[in-house]
């Protein structure tokens, strides 16, 4: 039998189109050359806790359609993402608002904050002696002010990407909100949350009723020769790969994590603690429980998990997960793209056949769309 799609990857965007595809009435196969399906959003279980073994995932959105779709397969429930910053033992709350600005320096009114921070940008705007912003360092310090700089964004920016402030680009930095209210949540979006069961509980529904083989490398399989399979291909695997690496290797940044078991209910009180110095070289800690336990829940489950995160060069057998964005890479991904486009019945997504850092529900959002146009509403 000939299958209408073979589908390599059963990451969200392999799992969103299949389950699509099959609602269209056309036969898929989803192949995986992990042993497990989800790609990065899935999660093992370690003492009856969901540990997301690919770094934490918080599903966060304004797009309506996007968040009703994954709650028609799973509901989410009311995580919301509040992450602390441990600064030499002292703890700051984060994004950048008037909880971080009391603790920082003990203002405890909106006027008292920004006249804080003015002084501060004064400060670093005079320094920059009329030359344009032309990195990350000079860019926070004259967004937020030298204290804040230092004890929450230097040494965390550079743990994070292997470089000084001083040598990378600015717009990185712009993405951290800085509030003058009480507002702990770090996302601004509409909707936030985890799936209630754990994210393996959407790939579940989505690929369910769907023929799934996992521990099967596309380019290391009789699948190879996919046309005598199926009569179009999705391919989410890294594009350079498909290619033989013909044009040269992209470079990615990975992450590692070192996971293990407390023997105590609750070890940090929350999800995320972020850790702003080089004193630890990790930079940060998640308590996997707090995702999807609240309140008594915390302390009727006796143990809790714990993964230390480390920011890491990519070398070759270790999990590519950030693309990176320097002029090298993105022409390169460029010529790629150029490459894909010429490829019949193939369909390049997601993160790795794109190039291109995602969050998850627009790799939804790409999906529901693409699929709505090939399967003609
Ligand atoms: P993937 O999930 O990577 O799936 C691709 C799949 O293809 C993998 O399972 C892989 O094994 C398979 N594959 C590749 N090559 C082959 C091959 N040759 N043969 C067979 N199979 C192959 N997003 C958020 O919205 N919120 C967050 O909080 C968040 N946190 C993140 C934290 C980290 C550390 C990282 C790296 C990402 C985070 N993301 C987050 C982004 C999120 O992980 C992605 O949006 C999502 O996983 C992308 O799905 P995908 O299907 O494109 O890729
Ligand atoms: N950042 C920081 N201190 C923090 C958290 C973030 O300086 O405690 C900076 C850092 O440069 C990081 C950027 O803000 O690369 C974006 O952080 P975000 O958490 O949005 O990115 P993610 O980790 O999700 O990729």
Same mark, same amino acid.
């Given at each position: 039998?000939?299958?209408?799609?073979?589908?390599?990857?059963?990451?969200?965007?392999?799992?969103?189109?299949?389950?699509?595809?099959?609602?269209?009435?056309?036969?898929?196969?989803?192949? /995986?050359? @992990?042993?497990?399906?989800?790609?990065?959003?899935?999660?093992?279980?370690?003492?009856?806790?969901?540990?997301?073994?690919?770094?934490?995932?918080?599903?966060?959105?304004?797009?309506?359609?996007?968040?009703?779709?994954?709650?028609?397969?799973?509901?989410?429930? @009311?995580?919301?993402?509040?992450?602390?910053?441990?600064?030499?033992?002292?703890?700051?709350?984060?994004?950048?608002?008037?909880?971080?600005?009391?603790?920082?320096?003990?203002?405890?009114?909106?006027?008292?904050?920004?006249?804080?921070?003015?002084?501060?940008?004064?400060?670093?705007?005079?320094?920059?002696?009329?030359?344009?912003?032309?990195?990350?360092? !000079?860019?926070?310090?004259?967004?937020?002010?030298? /204290?804040?700089?230092?004890?929450?964004?230097?040494?965390?920016?550079?743990?994070?990407?292997?470089?000084?402030?001083?040598?990378?680009?600015?717009?990185?930095?712009?993405?951290?909100?800085? @509030?003058?209210?009480?507002?702990?949540?770090?996302?601004?979006?509409?909707?936030?949350?985890?799936?209630?069961?754990?994210?393996?509980?959407?790939?579940?529904?989505?690929?369910?009723?769907?023929?799934?083989?996992?521990?099967?490398?596309?380019?290391?399989?009789?699948?190879?020769?996919?046309?005598?399979?199926?009569?179009?291909?999705?391919?989410?695997?890294?594009?350079?790969?498909?290619?033989?690496?013909?044009?040269?290797?992209?470079?990615? $940044?990975?992450?590692?994590?070192?996971? $293990?078991?407390?023997?105590?209910?609750?070890?940090?009180?929350?999800?995320?603690?972020?850790?702003?110095?080089? !004193?630890?070289?990790?930079? $940060?800690?998640?308590?996997?429980?707090?995702?999807?336990?609240?309140?008594?829940?915390?302390?009727?489950?006796?143990?809790?998990?714990?993964?230390?995160?480390?920011?890491?060069?990519?070398?070759?057998?270790?999990?590519?997960?950030?693309?990176?964005?320097?002029?090298?890479?993105?022409?390169?991904? !460029?010529?790629?793209?150029?490459?894909?486009?010429?490829?019949?019945?193939?369909?390049?997504?997601? @993160?790795?056949?794109?190039?291109?850092?995602?969050?998850?529900?627009?790799?939804?959002?790409?999906?529901?769309?693409?699929?709505?146009?090939?399967?003609?509403?």
């Amino acid at each position: 039998m000939k299958y209408d799609f073979l589908i390599v990857g059963s990451g969200l965007f392999g799992a969103t189109f299949a389950y699509k595809a099959k609602k269209a009435g056309k036969s898929c196969l989803v192949i /995986d050359k @992990r042993p497990h399906l989800g790609g990065n959003v899935y999660c093992e279980n370690i003492e009856g806790i969901n540990v997301h073994k690919y770094g934490a995932h918080i599903f966060h959105t304004s797009n309506k359609e996007v968040w009703d779709f994954v709650n028609s397969i799973v509901k989410f429930n @009311r995580y919301t993402n509040c992450p602390m910053a441990n600064y030499k033992d002292k703890l700051y709350n984060l994004p950048f608002n008037m909880n971080t600005f009391y603790q920082m320096w003990g203002v405890t009114t909106p006027e008292q904050a920004q006249a804080k921070i003015e002084e501060q940008k004064a400060e670093a705007i005079a320094s920059l002696n009329g030359k344009e912003l032309s990195n990350l360092e !000079e860019q926070a310090l004259t967004l937020v002010g030298k /204290d804040i700089f230092e004890k929450l964004i230097k040494d965390y920016t550079e743990k994070q990407w292997g470089r000084s402030c001083k040598d990378l680009p600015a717009f990185i930095i712009k993405r951290l909100p800085v @509030r003058f209210v009480f507002d702990n949540n770090y996302f601004n979006d509409t909707y936030q949350g985890i799936p209630i069961g754990g994210y393996n509980k959407l790939i579940d529904g989505l690929l369910d009723g769907i023929e799934c083989k996992t521990n099967l490398d596309f380019f290391n399989s009789e699948y190879i020769d996919w046309q005598k399979f199926a009569d179009s291909l999705v391919y989410t695997g890294a594009i350079d790969e498909y290619f033989g690496n013909s044009l040269g290797k992209l470079d990615w $940044r990975t992450v590692s994590f070192k996971t $293990r078991v407390e023997s105590i209910p609750n070890y940090q009180g929350n999800a995320v603690v972020n850790y702003t110095s080089h !004193e630890q070289p990790y930079t $940060r800690v998640i308590e996997h429980k707090h995702f999807e336990m609240f309140g008594q829940a915390v302390y009727e489950c006796q143990k809790t998990v714990v993964s230390e995160e480390y920011s890491l060069e990519y070398k070759e057998g270790l999990e590519p997960y950030y693309p990176v964005n320097n002029d090298r890479n993105n022409i390169l991904a !460029e010529q790629y793209r150029k490459l894909a486009e010429q490829e019949k019945n193939v369909i390049f997504g997601g @993160r790795l056949a794109e190039y291109k850092y995602y969050d998850m529900a627009p790799i939804i959002e790409t999906v529901l769309s693409l699929t709505n146009q090939l399967f003609d509403k």
